[in-house]
């Protein structure tokens, strides 16, 4: 099993470089890959930041990477439920954090717009409260 980094993901999904893409869709084809939660977290960043990609076509192509057939992705449970949430309007990152706590008493943070969205989704696992 190959572990890829963001870059690898990034080529093939925006195909800005053609040589690269080649090789990154032909990798993700014939190979089985680990992808690290991190470099799923480091793909939003990316598609957000330097592309501007919106919210929803970012989950699209996360959950893509999520469900591919040859991928091992790190903390794939936590990577699909964030993605769920992040086109329910949460922000990826937090969207994560929270998945990852999963068997916590709650979740805790100073962002009240996170808490808000939390309680208008009835997200109830961790609760999320605000200090």
Same mark, same amino acid.
């Given at each position: &099993?190959?572990a890829?980094d963001t870059?690898v993901? +990034?080529r093939?999904?925006?195909?800005? @470089?053609p040589a690269q893409? %080649?090789? #990154?869709?032909?990798l ?5 890959v680990f992808v690290p +939660? !991190?470099v799923?977290? *480091?793909? *939003?960043?990316v598609?957000? =930041?330097?592309?501007?990609f919106a919210?929803?076509?970012?989950a /699209?192509?996360l959950g893509?990477?999520? =469900?591919? *057939?040859n991928?091992?992705i %790190?903390e794939r #449970?936590?990577?699909?439920?964030a !993605?769920e949430? &992040?086109?329910?309007g949460?922000?990826? #990152? @937090?969207a994560?954090?929270?998945?990852? $706590? *999963? %068997? $916590?008493d @709650?979740? +805790?943070t100073?962002? !009240? %717009?996170?808490?808000k969205?939390a309680?208008?989704n009835?997200l !109830?696992?961790p609760p999320? /409260?605000s200090?």
């Amino acid at each position: &099993m190959r572990a890829i980094d963001t870059n690898v993901l +990034v080529r093939a999904l925006i195909q800005d @470089d053609p040589a690269q893409a %080649g090789r #990154a869709l032909a990798l993700l084809r014939d190979h089985q890959v680990f992808v690290p +939660v !991190t470099v799923v977290l *480091e793909l *939003e960043w990316v598609l957000r =930041s330097r592309y501007n990609f919106a919210p929803a076509v970012i989950a /699209l192509a996360l959950g893509k990477i999520a =469900s591919l *057939e040859n991928a091992v992705i %790190g903390e794939r #449970a936590a990577v699909v439920a964030a !993605t769920e949430n &992040m086109a329910l309007g949460w922000d990826f #990152a @937090d969207a994560l954090h929270h998945a990852l $706590c *999963e %068997g $916590c008493d @709650d979740f +805790v943070t100073f962002d !009240t %717009g996170l808490a808000k969205r939390a309680k208008r989704n009835r997200l !109830t696992q961790p609760p999320v /409260l605000s200090l």
